[in-house]
């Protein structure tokens, strides 16, 4: 395990994404599906934390293009995707339809990013499917349920789509590090939660966490993993990150000053980290 507050160069003119949608209908699931950089590139796979949508990592978007193939997928019940067909939201399922997604995109080979619960799945993930991830990312993706620290908010059990604007930015503020201005296209994604997906996801990660923790999970998979984690973080402890050092060859990284949403929040260094990350992975990679 490594620990590191070291910040790898990121390039100063981004490429400018062109993003190329679709949805794939998977087992009674329509899955709105984004992607761009070059197809021949190695392929990335972002995925998004509850009540988020493939949306949320647009603005690391510019950063990674250049290199990389980037798959954005919104999980089932989130974004343009339509609701589970079996109401499960379960970490399993979500990541089966993953797998299945980037099969149906031709994709063989892939580094996994997960944001928040967006971990969860991409663990869960690594675990069904060891041939086809070479290494994963977790941001701010807290170990176990100990760990979680959010306070509770009542307007979070109110129809999101009758909050204004200031109480949703009010009801995810500990999304953020204290005094982020957070921006409206995000306050909007959470306007159009899906009440069954939202509640559903919320039920069944405690769930996934509680039969073993995420480091109990990935000990054993042998892929190489980074784990950023903003400092500031006030929905999952950031001293939590440590618990990732069970996992043989974990880099642990803290971001100074950022708080739950490295990726929204100071995409140039998120993207700096991941890219050094996924360098690595890829000269190692054996074939």
């Known amino acids: 395990m490594t620990t590191s507050h070291n910040t790898p160069t990121c390039p100063n003119t981004p490429e400018e994404p062109s993003t190329a949608e679709s949805f ?22 972002l995925i998004h934390g509850t009540g988020a949508s493939a949306r949320s990592w647009d603005p690391l978007l510019p950063f990674l293009t250049g290199v990389h193939r980037v798959v954005r997928i919104d999980l089932a ?27 149906r995109l031709g994709v063989d080979r892939v580094i996994v990013v997960g944001h928040s619960s967006g971990g969860v799945m991409a663990t869960a993930l690594t675990e069904q499917r060891p041939d086809l991830v070479d290494g994963l990312v977790l ?26 604007d200031d109480e949703i930015r009010e009801a995810i503020r500990d999304g953020f590090a204290p005094g982020y201005p957070i921006p409206l296209a995000y306050v909007e994604q959470f306007r159009q939660i899906n009440p069954a997906a939202f509640a559903g996801t919320s039920r069944a ?8 923790t995420l480091p109990e999970r990935l000990a054993g998979s042998g892929k190489p993993l980074l784990v950023l984690f903003g400092e500031a973080d006030s ?21 100074p000053g950022i708080g739950h949403s490295p990726n929204l929040e100071d995409p140039r260094l998120t993207a700096a980290h991941l890219l050094s990350f996924t360098s690595r992975v890829r000269s190692n990679r054996p074939g």
Do not use: F, K, N
């Open 139 to 164: 941001i701010d993706t807290g170990p176990h349920m100990a760990a979680y620290i959010a306070r509770e908010v009542p307007q979070r059990a109110t129809s999101w789509i009758e909050l204004t």
């Open 77 to 103: 019940g989130c974004g343009r995707s339509t609701e589970a067909a079996d109401g499960s939201y379960a970490a399993p399922d979500q990541a089966r339809l993953s797998a299945d997604a980037l099969g």
């Open 24 to 45: 794939l209908d998977l087992g009674g699931v329509r899955i709105h599906v984004c992607q761009d950089g070059p197809r021949e590139a190695p392929a990335l796979l």
């Open 205 to 212: 990660l405690p769930a996934y966490l509680d039969e073993r």
């Open 235 to 255: 929905r999952w402890d950031p001293g939590s990150a440590a618990d990732y050092r069970a996992v043989p060859g974990a880099l642990i990284t803290m971001l």
